[in-house]
């Protein structure tokens, strides 16, 4: 009977410790699922967001041709960011742009940068927030040697560009009406004019030349370069020593600044869309049709002058 007792004490702690082990084990199951859902969250909080992002959502082909700021973005596993910040302006085509690293942390990273391809440094605070992204820069400072004052160096608010959006087209001419500057135009006039012809001005593969030669030996930065002409041939007679040190394009333009200031549509895609993005120019005379007797004396003067200096090579 005490054996009995023994053999029966044995069984039930050998069934207790069987129950024990088998309760220990689903929690230890349980708890090993809940981690793995709990990493799989983690990982796909920013999935949301890996695409590319513009401001007011533009396409890539609009900012090339209209200017704009856009972020690409790639989010791996582990929060970590990988993408480029790009920005071009509308009229004169620079462009800016930063590659970038960093880890998200509570919806947001920063990024140090110590250049934007203009000499700029500064940081980048990158917000993920509902349906947009923010970048702001802070502690910006402007590269000594940067005489353009462009770069990255505001914030921006980006939407994700749409894959099925319909991006801008210019392979036909443009469709809204051109209007020649007045002296009586208001500085949105002004504006509106230039946004209108800027397509043009990014066709031109030389207008970086151009601003160069405003900006550095002209000084010129401001709208004046939009609504006053290289040089006034009409008004005033020129001489060699006036295009002493001056580029070769710019003599180039000149020359034909004389044509283009009585309407000669030019064929040469350079030369017309370079003075299509000026507003004292309206395209109104075909090449064929032109009849050079519209010059007046100042002009055929200079026109003889800028004819001999004109060594530009296409």
Known sequence: MEKLKIVIILLGLIWFSGCGYIKQTNIESKDIAFSEEETTSIQSDYENYIGTWSEEGKSH???????????????????????????QQEISGRFAEIDIICRIENGECYYPFSDDGWGNSGILYIQFETNVIKISVQDFVMGESNTSGFGIDRTYILSKEE?????????????????????????????DEIEKRAVYLNRCSYYEEVLDFLENDREVRDISMYINPLYYT??????????????????????????????YIFKDENLKNYFMGQLWYIPSVKAEEFDDSVFSDIEKRNLELLNRLDTYKK
């Open 61 to 87: 082909e609009s900012i090339i041709y209209e200017g704009g700021t856009e972020f690409s973005v790639e989010i791996t596993s582990d929060n970590e960011l990988n993408g480029y910040l790009y920005s």
């Open 234 to 263: 009409d008004t005033e007679y020129y001489n060699e020593d006036s295009f002493s040190g001056v580029p070769s394009l710019i003599i180039h333009l000149a020359k034909n600044e004389i044509y283009a200031r009585h309407g």
């Open 163 to 191: 894959a099925n959006q319909n991006s801008t087209e210019y392979d036909g001419e443009q469709k809204e009406q051109l209007l020649q500057y007045s002296v009586d135009w208001s500085e949105d006039q002004i504006l």
